[in-house]
């Protein structure tokens, strides 16, 4: 079983920063490309921020020179750091997996549970 386990959500004010992870688990070989989507209430879900295993990235733009997804190869983990936030970044935030080898197995298009974001006064 394969599990992506987010944390790092919580209330910010505005201008504040907040650092999400995402932890992948069980039996894994490799992961391809790793992202953070996020989810506003009455919104369809967008993406934020994605990086390739080989560390190339690619943002959303409305986020670009305020977020960096970085990531840890050996650890199976994914980092969103925040800065410079605003309301309009209130959200649940997804953590996905395109593509993932376990065991002989590769798998596709994983999500996690989601993590809510808040920036308010």
């Known amino acids: 079983q394969v599990q992506l386990v987010e944390s790092g959500g919580g209330l910010v004010q505005p201008g504040g920063s907040l650092r999400l992870s995402c932890a992948a688990s069980?039996?894994?070989?490799?992961?391809?490309?790793m992202g953070w989507y996020r989810q506003a209430p009455g919104k369809q879900r967008e993406l934020v921020a994605a990086?390739?295993?080989?560390?190339?990235?690619n943002y959303g733009d409305s986020v670009k020179g305020r977020f960096f997804i970085s990531r840890d190869n050996a650890k199976n983990t994914v980092y969103l750091q925040m800065n410079s936030l605003k309301p309009e970044d209130t959200a649940v935030y997804y953590c996905?997996?395109?593509?993932?080898?376990?065991?002989?197995?590769?798998?596709?298009?994983?999500w996690g549970q989601g993590t809510q974001v808040t920036v308010s006064s």
């Open positions: 069980g039996n894994i070989v490799s992961i391809d490309t």
């Open positions: 996905n997996v395109d593509r993932l080898r376990r065991g002989v197995v590769w798998l596709r298009n994983l």
């Open positions: 990086i390739t295993s080989s560390g190339s990235t």
